[in-house]
Each structure stands twice: as C-alpha cells, then as structure tokens.
C-alpha cells in the first residue's frame, strides 16, 4: 500500500488560498496568499472519558504520541493520541480528501468546476463557482458508548481570532479573513472556542473565548448513543486591494459581503457540492489509467488551485496562476504547460492572459549574435517572462525575473515566451473557435514571426528555423530557457534543440493562423521557417550516438526528453496527420521517435528507479515536462511502455507521495530528492493530457 | 564610556510604526503593527575604490567584519567591512539618534510634539502631529578623495518592492506600507534599487530593480570632493481598516492620500522638524538629571510612540497604546501609568480612553468572600483589563486577557482596574480642568465609589477601606494585580498593601471629585473609606520586621517597594500637604516613608548592583514601576540617596542598555536579566516624572 502520509491542498479557485493536511506531525492550515505551507497545528479528534484522538496533523504529533503512551496522565491533562497510519484509511482523488479511522471521518471536498468567464456569466453561476471556501465533514460514531463525546475541529497559531456568531452559525475566524463555521443546531450542543491549547480546552466543561490564546475551534457534544454529522464550511475572504502596481480586488468579493457570507453559502450549497466532487471524482475512477497516474493527476490539481486568482480590474476580470511558493504571477513559460488543463476547464483564461501579456507585458528589442554584440540588429515583439510577484504586478514590459547582464538564472526569456505567446494563442482559438479574438490579435501573430525570424538570422536567405541571436535585453549574458536551473542542456536558449522543437510547432501554428486570416504571404513564410527548422533539427541528428545532442552546432553531447515536448501543439492543432506524410516534417517526427527511443535508457535518461531524466547530463528532473513527454511518446509518437509504464508511474508518484511528502506538490527533483523550495507548484497539471489518450 | 550597542525605536505619533535601529550585529528595520522587533538587514553606508563601509545594523555583521579582514576578495565580491563600535560615537536624546564615523553621519530625528485633541485641532496642526515618517539624515563626506562615492540607505528582507518615482522623489516601498524617499537633485545622482543583496548592487554601474530580490534601497553617486547630506523621508502608510471589533483607520489616513503624500511631506517640513527636536533634546539637556536619567527617560519615550495608533471610528478619534509586543490595547493597569506622560503631551487621550473604558468596556458584577465562593453579594461597576490584541477589538465589556477559573496569571484585575478608572478621572479633571468632561461623568465618578465600598465588605459597618472580596468573575479563582507575574507578594489583590495604598489614593480622589460636584454625602463617605484605609495600612506596620508586610492579615513576611504608589496621586491632585498633617494620613505617610527606608537595603529590596528590587521575594524586577517609586521617595517622602542615586540609576540604565540590548524597552527583568519577551514595552514612560523634581 502507498503511503497516505503526505500535504494536499484544498482550495476554491481564484481565491490564492488552501486548507492543507496530510503530512504526519507537520503543520498546515489555512492561508491566504502564503507562499508555501500555513504553520498552524490542524486538530481534528474526538475526546471520551479521559481518552482524546486526533489525526496526526499537529507538529510532533508522532513523537508526542510516543508520549502519550509511556507517560502517566500527570500535570498536563489529558494527553492527544494521534491515529498511527495503520489506523487511518486515506481515499484521496480529485475533488475529495477522505480520511477515516474507528470511530471519526473526516472529508474535505473541492468540487473541480469550471470558472465560467465572467463577462458571460451569470451572478449566480460565477459566484458559486468561485465561492471561497472548501466543503468539510466530519463524523463521528457515539453510537456504542454510554458516556458523551466531544469532537472537535480546531486549528493552532491562529491570530486574531473572532468568533462568528450569527442567527445560523457557530464558527471563528481569523481577523475576518479566513476560518470555518458549522450550523447552530438544537440537537447537539456546538459551541466556538479560543484557548491556551486543546487540552485546556477539553479539560474545560464549558469551552472559552480567550482572544490573548491562539488556539481556536468549535467542538461538539455528542450525547452517547448517537452518531453525528457535523458540516463544516471552511472560507476565506481578502477584502479590499488584493494586488498593488495594478489596482484589483478578488472578484468574489463582488459575489460575497463576508467571511460569513461565504461560509452560509458554503453549508447551502452542500448537496449540490458534493454531487459534484462525486461526479468528478467518478470521471478520474473511470477513466483507463493506473491507480498511480490517478494519483498523480488528483495532486497535481489538488496543487493547481491555491495558485489562482480572480481578480477585478474595475469591470476587467484578470486571471492570475502564480508559480507557487515563488509566488511570480502568470510565468509565461508555465502558462504554455497549464494551457492543457484551462482548455478543458476555463478557456477564457488563456485569452484573458495572452490579452494581459500583449497588453502590457510585451516589449520590443533588437538583437544580436553572440560572438558581436556590439552590432545590434532587428528584433521584434515578445513578453516577459511574468507579470510580478508577492501580489505586485511589475511596471509594464518588465518581469519581477528577469534581469539585465545576468549570466544564467534570471536572465532573459525573450525567445521562449516569444514562442509560448504563438504556440497559446494557436490553441486557444483552434480549442475554441474564437475567431473574433483572433482578427482582434492578428496583428499580435504577424509581429511574432517577424520577432521569431529575426531571432533566426537578420538575412532571409542564411535563416535555419533555429534561434542564433539573443536579446538586446540580455546586455552581455544570453538568453535561457524555462529549464533555468539546468545545465546548458536545457538551460541555454540559442541553438537549443528543446526551444527548437517548439520553433517549428509555432512556426506551423502561426502559418495555420496566418493563413486563416487570409496573410497567404506570411503564412507562406511561416511555413517555409518550419521546414528549415524541422530539416535543421533532423540534420543534427547524430548516428554515432544515437540522438540529436541538446545544443545544435556545438560539442554537446547531452541529450534531453524535452526534445519531443513541441510535438504537442501541432498534435492539438489536428496538423499532426499532414505532416507525418510530408517531407521535411516526416523526417522530424520520425527522428524525434528515434531520438526519444535510443536516449530512454536506464543510467541515461532514466534513473534507477525508472523514474525520467529529462538530460543525460544533469540530476535535475520536473514531473510536469515529464508527464508531458509521456503523453506525447505514447500518444504521438506510438511508445507502448508495457509492463514498464506502471514502474515509471510509480516512480513519478514516490516523488510526490514521498520526495515532497511535507511540501505538497513540487516540480523539481534531483535523484528523486528536494528541499523544499517551489512547494505548492502548479505546472503538473500536464498530466490532464493523459485523460485524452 | 557607556555602550551604545543597543536597539531603539523611532516613531512616529499614533501609527504604530517603528524604524529600529542601534544594536550591532542585530536586524531592525522598518515595520507598522509588528508584535517586535522587525526583521530587517540595515545598510547604511558607503563604497568607494573596493572598499565598503556600512554600520553595523545587519545580522552577522561582527562575525562578517572578521571575514572582512581575514579572507581575500574572491568571488563574493566586494565585502562589507562594518564599523566597530570604537569607530562609532552615538549621541541618543529624546528626538534624536546621532550615529558619527570617520566620513558619515546618520542622524535620525522623531520630534517629540504633542498630538493635540483631533475633535479641536486644525487639519494642518493634526497632520503635522501624526504625519506617519521619521526623518533621517544621511551625510558623507567625500571631500578628500579623487574617487567618486557611491552612498546607500538600503533594507534586506524588503517584501513586495515598488519603487517611488514620482516628479521630485526617488525611493522605494514595500506594498506602499512603508518605505524611504529622497529628493530627486541635480547635483548627485540618487537612484532606488532593488537588488539579491548590497554586494551585487555595488558591482553594476548602474542599479537595478529586480522585483523578485529582497534588498532595496537608495544608493547616491557622490563625486570626489564632494560632501553630501541627503534627507531621507522614512514612512508609513496602512490604507483601510485598521482594527477589527471596531472598524477603524488610522486617522492620518484623512490628511495623507498615500505614502509618496507622507514623504513629500515629511521632507518639505524638514527645518520645523529639526527645529523641534533640537528644543526638544535641549530641554531634556538642561534638565536637573544625570545622564543616566537623561537616557533612561529618552528611552522610554523612544519606545513608547511605537505602541500608539490613532485612529478614527467614523467621526470618533480612538487612541490606542498598545502593550509592546503583547500588543494587548489600552491595557488599563498600564494606562494609569502612562497617565503622567500623557498628561504632560496629549491630556485628550486620558479622556479618550476613559470613555472608551466605560462605554465600551464597563461591566458590573457580584462579589463574594474567598471562604465562601457559593454566596454572592451585591458588586457593581469595574473596567476590562484591556479593549483587545493585535488590532482586534475585544467585544464590548470582554478584555483579552481575563478569564473565569483562571488561578494567577490571566485571572481578573477587577478591583485594580476599578481604581485606576477613579484615580485617571481625578487626575485628568484636576491636570485639564475639564469641568464639562466631570459633569457628564459624575455618575460614572459614584458608581465606582459603591462598587469600590462592595469590594471592602458588604457590611458598611465592617468595612477597614481595603479589598476583602474577589469579582464573580473570576470564578472560582481570585483576582489579581498588575503585578501578574510577581510572587504574591505583587500579584494577589484581596488584601494586598499595594492596591490598598492605591485604594487610599482612589478613595481621596472621589471624596475631591465628589465633593466638587456637590455631593456631599457621598464624598464624606469616600473620606471615611480613605480614613478607614489609612488606618488599616498604617496598623499593619510590623515594628519586628520594620515594614508592612504584602499581604494584610496574612502572615506574609514579604516586603514590597510599590507600597508607596498610591501616594503619587494625593501629591498630584494637590492633596498631599494637607494630608500630611491630619491624621489618620499623617501617620500612614510617615508609615511608608519608615516602610521604604527600612526596605530599600542591599540583599532585601536592593539587588547587589543597587537596582531595586520590587520584592523581597522574587527577582523580578520592572523599570516602570521603579522610576515611579524613586520619584515619590525623592519627591514625596523627602529620601535624598545623594552618591547613591547615581549607582542606582546606572544600574537601571544597564537592564535597558546592555539587558534588553537586543529588544529595545523591556519591562521586566529577572536579577538584570530578560528572555525577550514583551519588548518594545510603553510602561517606562513613567520617568518624565523626573522633570517635575
């Protein structure tokens, strides 16, 4: 049996927010805007006759369960008694979180609905759909004892409490700004408390408000003989300004007047809540996956949503996914891989940020070759690698990322997020047939082939469909890729045969764009750069080693998975068929098989334990470009994995399970290892493809 | 030569921001609403020719200096080389902080103006009052060098960065909550930046601002022969709510659109600035002090202002001081000790809370005798210990610090705030004059003399004018002191000399007040509780031990210093000379003055370094407290402690120098010593008594 001992996230969409359990004797909570995971004891238990249990979501739970068992009850009252993991069950899917021991179950529900667009939607529809809060239920089993049962549902290192008292409600808050209500119901005596600790709570007979002590709850007496189930609204509301450089509000804020506002419509709407998150939750158990893989694409969705906002820009909706615990805002070189998972959900919010991105986060540059960068030459338009960070959006055309003379890290992306514009663009209108937004954006996609054939080679005649000049922007470093933490195998952009690849999909999709807004010419000359491209990358193939080496025209000998990762868009775009019949493309694809067949080998591009290694040449591996890689090797390129398929999935999810177990999802894994930094990350939800196959 | 190694505060009026520098080694830096000492790298400094100079304001900046000279420059690039402390000379008064090397001078200046009544003030006098900056000074001299200079005033772990452009300043904020500015000028080149750390800054030509690092400052190109003095604005701003329970802003809010509107302002108002802080330490200069006093009182002030918020309810002005970092609000047992310096700056204030204290903050209750819990006798009215913590109002009649069934600390100060409410109404009406103010609350004024004469016994004929009954709620605990965390000696209320003398004081401040008022019954009533209290205190006299013991009618043998307390308040109300010849109050001064000298000997009520010691029976020891009482022994009772009075003031200067160095005012320190806890405290304040001697 997997572990169940490991962080997910619960969180409404667009609300930047998370109630995060799981990991054993580690700290979670709620948080709003956090970057990482809230550091409040999470206590859920049931105290009977001296005896208190609680799932093991408090720090030192474990150590103090040793406690509990060799100490005498002396002094500090009665001691908590955290469930072991051999006596809790765990059913974690896509939209519920299940756990259940002897006599307690506890479920936290987030229904995984789309976010309808809300210049379209109805007041009603959007506001349920972005309510902010997560559903909880926790029920406990009085039903064989004689004596009566406190339950209770409390959270440690809260600040600022408040109690929510109103004609229906029974719950605390934080400051206003987060916390969770349950019904006043005559049946069972449900009270709000703040203390010093639980134990001084339970040892009270009446619970107390102590505004100095910073652990609060609400408990319930269970009268022996009965079983309870006690609906739990757990809400967040940020009034006010939710971000500074632009000036926005949430957007819920306009659907809901308060924290309790949100939590009476949660507990309203449960029945409607949970047929969803059963509905969803049914989808994933039926579609043809192994049980790791479904593990994979819950967790990663689980990740996803605490990373999104809805903001109002005055009457403009502006859709944010910040790159988890780096907190950056709409990292374009992530947009392009969560692009798989809006389609399915919420199409407007690729329009929304490819609109931002144009709006006011392009740019226009000149360019250089490396080995003169004294002679600039013509550039054209591109787009920041983000639009800020921590909640503040950057001054127009400037990333909170990227930096001038900056070798490495945090140096420019200008060609990438060149390329990520078109390749998004594309798909948002073939996946929605928007073509309103397209004429509005033509424009946007003639100067994206210009600024791409530029970046190829200032004379027509000498251009290879590959990028040979940096960025002006870069002064005198050059220009990386979203691999920036790798070595020059995936990291360095020139000659780079991953951002290669995708040249030669973006230049497909923008003659396809091109050439249905009537620019013949252009898409022509769209066209003509994809077979440069796509005969200059087959031509690097090396027959000696079995690959294309990673960095064309150099001495690399490094080969990297995310060669195949471009396939992808042509794929979406329905060209893929076409090309297979046609030279040069044919060529390509079939090299890119070869390529990914030969370098798919363990000690080179796979670790021991099965698990991908997307360079030869570093320990450095990200779950969500794999799970790409995957799907496109089985999905594209004809890969049958057979008995293996299930090793690698498996490895996949020992990172998560495992590897990140105290962090919630994380995007990069050195041997399977991680310390912690990027937790909460978004981008593996590349995965969703897998439901396509 | 005293250290000058030690943190301090500087303020603004009313918005409990603090800029805290001063302790070597150590962060500080700039924070609104923290519960302490921020947490911010300081750099201030110069680098010129490879060598960089900085004060030593950021964490490890010793054990770096030793790095400095140890290792060579490698590829860390240009090091920090801090000044040691013998290469400093710091000047600290009241309105000023004055830090001098060999080429730099930073002076900070907190001018020390009242904050006059907002219900009477003009908007200009009001915003002038509050404007939420502190004005710095920075000036290098680079008048000896052929290199050019580059100076910088920079913050580490600096969140949410913007710069501020605007047509005439350069600097940069933090979320617009806070930040610094300078003028823009055409003779220097003064740019903001924000940079990974000061080092990477000091090596590009031109700074930078990357959004995603966290070290942000000014930094000015200083040519050679040049000197240069820079006015740095530093500010806060905290827009929209201020408080929950009640919903307040900050009033300055009314006057400041935004923080650039506070740093334009601060720095267009310089010269009145300097101009009242040079009156300002002038006046303390030339008062009749030793420079021990002379720093203890401008310490005190220093980290009083940080702990005030103004704030406006609607129309209604609320002045908060918060308990350091406790941050309880308007902790009474406080108030009544702020009371003096208030009285001195912002006499509205005391009304303020008063008001707020019994509108808000007033409840009755029953009382009973410890020996018999189960049998309630008539109470009536007493105040909360405080309105709330962390900016969280506290229901109304609820404080966040008292609880039911609570032994010790945290239990109720019910009778102890009762007579703070007296002896503040007495004392504000008697300081102001307020005659209007008296009228509306002459009730409150005969409320609080029956509940008063509840507390004492049941039976008006039984009653010795001392606390015999504890509040119903308190349960089954009993009530304590402000002294919560003393031995009971200080901390327990029933019967206690401290609170009895006070009760004296409360009992003569309502015959006065009532008296004024016309009644006449009821004042001679309150006299003969004051007579029954003298008699009772003075009765207590044990000529075996030489003093009264702590607890009346017990058989405690603790001997306390704050005996004498309450003798402040006849004294100020102008009651005192009277007194002092007519009995039974003549024998109880005299008593106390027998009580203080007998006690006031090394090993007993002195600790060996001559600092007082509170108690007898315990080593813990509060500077507030201590700076009232050696007032009313020198003012009052006539002790002259000639070469004395020195060592016991250098002794109390070193608990804030060199004991809380790190924390800035503590409050409370065990034999010298503290663990941190409740820094940045307000109560020390009490030593502006020191310039009425």
């Given at each position: 049996?997997?572990?169940?001992?490991?962080?997910?996230?619960?969180s409404?969409?667009?609300?930047?927010?998370?109630?995060?359990?799981?990991?054993?004797?580690?700290?979670?909570?709620?948080?709003?805007?956090v970057?990482?995971?809230?550091?409040?004891?999470?206590?859920?238990?049931?105290?009977?006759?001296?005896?208190?249990?609680c799932l093991?979501?408090?720090?030192?739970a474990?150590?103090?369960?040793?406690?509990?068992?060799?100490?005498?009850?002396?002094?500090?009252?009665?001691?908590?008694?955290?469930?072991?993991?051999?006596?809790?069950?765990?059913?974690?899917?896509?939209?519920?979180?299940?756990?259940?021991?002897?006599?307690?179950?506890?479920?936290?529900?987030?229904?995984?609905?789309?976010?309808?667009?809300?210049?379209a939607?109805?007041?009603?529809d959007?506001?349920?759909?972005?309510?902010?809060?997560?559903?909880v239920?926790?029920t406990v089993?009085?039903?064989?004892?004689?004596?009566a049962?406190?339950?209770?549902?409390?959270?440690?290192?809260?600040?600022?409490y408040?109690?929510?008292?109103?004609?229906?409600?029974?719950?605390v808050?934080?400051?206003g700004?987060?916390?969770?209500?349950?019904r006043?119901?005559?049946?069972?005596?449900?009270?709000?408390?703040c203390?010093?600790?639980?134990?001084?709570?339970?040892?009270?007979?009446e619970?107390?408000?102590c505004?100095l002590?910073?652990?609060?709850?609400?408990?319930?007496?269970?009268?022996?003989?009965?079983?309870?189930?006690?609906?739990?609204?757990?809400?967040?509301?940020?009034?006010?300004?939710?971000?500074?450089?632009?000036?926005?509000?949430?957007?819920?804020?306009?659907?809901?007047?308060s924290?309790?506002?949100?939590?009476?419509?949660?507990?309203a709407?449960?029945?409607?809540?949970?047929?969803?998150?059963?509905s969803?939750?049914?989808?994933?158990?039926?579609?043809r996956?192994?049980?790791?893989?479904?593990?994979?694409?819950?967790?990663?969705?689980?990740?996803?949503?605490?990373?999104?906002?809805?903001?109002?820009?005055?009457?403009?909706?502006?859709?944010?996914?910040?790159?988890?615990?780096f907190?950056?805002?709409?990292?374009?070189?992530?947009?392009?891989d969560?692009?798989?998972?809006?389609?399915?959900?919420?199409?407007w919010?690729?329009?929304?940020?490819?609109?931002?991105?144009?709006?006011?986060?392009?740019?226009?540059?000149?360019?250089?070759?490396?080995?003169?960068?004294?002679?600039?030459?013509?550039?054209g338009?591109?787009?920041?690698?983000?639009?800020?960070?921590n909640?503040?959006?950057?001054?127009?055309?400037?990333?909170?990322y990227?930096?001038?003379?900056?070798?490495?890290?945090?140096?420019?992306?200008?060609?990438?997020?060149?390329?990520?514009?078109?390749?998004?663009?594309?798909?948002?209108?073939?996946g929605?047939?928007?073509?309103?937004?397209?004429?509005r954006?033509?424009?946007?996609?003639?100067?994206?082939?210009?600024?791409?054939?530029?970046?190829?080679?200032?004379?027509?005649?000498?251009?290879?469909?590959?990028?040979?000049?940096?960025?002006s922007?870069?002064?005198?470093?050059?220009?990386?890729t979203?691999?920036?933490s790798?070595d020059?195998?995936?990291?360095?952009?020139?000659?780079?045969?991953?951002?290669?690849?995708?040249?030669?999909?973006?230049?497909?999709?923008?003659?396809?764009?091109?050439?249905?807004?009537?620019?013949?010419?252009e898409?022509?000359?769209?066209?003509?750069s994809?077979?440069?491209?796509?005969?200059?990358v087959?031509?690097?193939?090396?027959?000696?080693?079995?690959?294309?080496?990673?960095?064309?025209?150099?001495?690399?000998?490094?080969?990297?998975?995310?060669?195949?990762e471009?396939?992808?868009?042509?794929?979406?775009?329905?060209?893929?068929?076409?090309?297979?019949?046609?030279q040069?493309?044919?060529?390509?694809?079939?090299?890119?098989?070869?390529?990914?067949?030969?370098?798919?080998?363990?000690?080179?591009?796979?670790?021991?334990?099965?698990?991908?290694?997307?360079?030869?040449?570093?320990?450095n591996?990200?779950?969500?470009?794999?799970?790409?890689?995957?799907?496109?090797?089985?999905?594209?390129?004809?890969f049958?994995?057979?008995?293996?398929?299930?090793?690698?999935?498996?490895?996949?999810?020992?990172?998560w399970?495992?590897?990140?177990?105290?962090?919630?999802?994380?995007?990069?894994?050195f041997?399977?290892?991680?310390?912690?930094?990027?937790?909460?990350?978004?981008?593996?939800?590349?995965?969703?493809?897998?439901l396509?196959?």
């Amino acid at each position: 049996m997997p572990t169940i001992d490991f962080h997910a996230q619960h969180s409404p969409a667009g609300a930047q927010a998370q109630f995060t359990i799981g990991k054993f004797s580690a700290r979670g909570g709620l948080g709003i805007g956090v970057a990482g995971i809230p550091q409040q004891d999470v206590f859920v238990g049931w105290s009977r006759g001296g005896v208190t249990r609680c799932l093991p979501f408090y720090a030192d739970a474990l150590s103090r369960q040793a406690e509990a068992f060799t100490q005498t009850q002396s002094a500090g009252g009665p001691k908590l008694q955290p469930y072991a993991e051999n006596e809790i069950r765990r059913a974690y899917s896509i939209a519920s979180d299940v756990w259940t021991t002897d006599v307690l179950k506890l479920e936290v529900f987030t229904p995984l609905v789309s976010v309808p667009d809300p210049d379209a939607a109805s007041f009603d529809d959007l506001a349920r759909a972005i309510r902010p809060s997560v559903s909880v239920r926790l029920t406990v089993d009085n039903s064989k004892s004689r004596e009566a049962m406190r339950a209770f549902f409390a959270l440690g290192n809260f600040p600022r409490y408040m109690s929510l008292r109103g004609a229906d409600l029974v719950g605390v808050s934080s400051a206003g700004e987060y916390g969770f209500a349950t019904r006043r119901r005559a049946d069972i005596a449900v009270r709000p408390f703040c203390e010093w600790g639980l134990q001084t709570m339970l040892e009270r007979p009446e619970p107390r408000e102590c505004w100095l002590a910073g652990t609060a709850g609400i408990c319930a007496d269970i009268p022996p003989g009965r079983t309870a189930a006690i609906d739990i609204a757990v809400g967040f509301y940020h009034a006010g300004r939710a971000t500074l450089g632009r000036d926005t509000v949430y957007m819920y804020t306009r659907h809901f007047g308060s924290l309790e506002d949100v939590l009476l419509a949660d507990l309203a709407d449960r029945e409607r809540t949970l047929a969803d998150c059963r509905s969803a939750d049914a989808r994933l158990r039926k579609a043809r996956l192994n049980d790791e893989q479904r593990f994979l694409i819950a967790h990663a969705v689980h990740s996803y949503f605490g990373n999104t906002q809805l903001l109002a820009e005055g009457r403009r909706p502006v859709w944010v996914v910040n790159e988890g615990s780096f907190m950056m805002m709409n990292t374009f070189d992530l947009t392009v891989d969560h692009l798989f998972f809006e389609m399915k959900l919420n199409t407007w919010t690729v329009r929304n940020e490819l609109d931002s991105f144009y709006e006011r986060y392009s740019y226009h540059d000149t360019v250089h070759f490396p080995d003169s960068p004294g002679v600039q030459h013509p550039g054209g338009i591109s787009f920041t690698h983000d639009m800020g960070v921590n909640n503040v959006f950057t001054p127009d055309g400037h990333s909170s990322y990227e930096a001038k003379d900056q070798p490495g890290c945090f140096s420019h992306m200008t060609h990438e997020e060149l390329v990520n514009w078109v390749l998004c663009g594309a798909d948002y209108w073939h996946g929605t047939g928007d073509g309103d937004w397209l004429t509005r954006r033509a424009g946007v996609f003639r100067e994206c082939l210009a600024s791409m054939q530029n970046r190829d080679h200032p004379d027509p005649a000498r251009r290879d469909g590959v990028m040979s000049l940096d960025s002006s922007r870069c002064g005198r470093e050059a220009e990386i890729t979203t691999y920036d933490s790798l070595d020059a195998s995936l990291g360095q952009a020139r000659d780079n045969l991953y951002l290669a690849v995708k040249c030669w999909a973006a230049y497909l999709a923008l003659e396809t764009v091109l050439a249905e807004m009537g620019y013949a010419d252009e898409a022509k000359s769209a066209r003509r750069s994809a077979e440069l491209a796509a005969r200059t990358v087959a031509a690097a193939y090396d027959r000696d080693l079995g690959y294309i080496p990673a960095i064309l025209n150099s001495d690399s000998r490094s080969a990297i998975i995310p060669a195949v990762e471009g396939l992808i868009f042509p794929h979406r775009l329905g060209l893929l068929d076409a090309l297979r019949k046609k030279q040069p493309h044919k060529k390509l694809i079939d090299t890119l098989r070869l390529h990914l067949g030969n370098i798919l080998k363990p000690g080179f591009c796979l670790f021991k334990d099965s698990s991908w290694k997307m360079s030869s040449t570093s320990i450095n591996s990200w779950p969500s470009k794999v799970f790409l890689c995957q799907h496109i090797a089985r999905e594209i390129l004809g890969f049958d994995f057979g008995e293996e398929q299930l090793k690698h999935d498996r490895a996949h999810a020992a990172w998560w399970r495992i590897g990140s177990a105290p962090y919630g999802v994380i995007d990069q894994f050195f041997e399977g290892k991680t310390s912690g930094g990027g937790c909460i990350y978004p981008r593996g939800v590349t995965n969703v493809l897998w439901l396509d196959e």
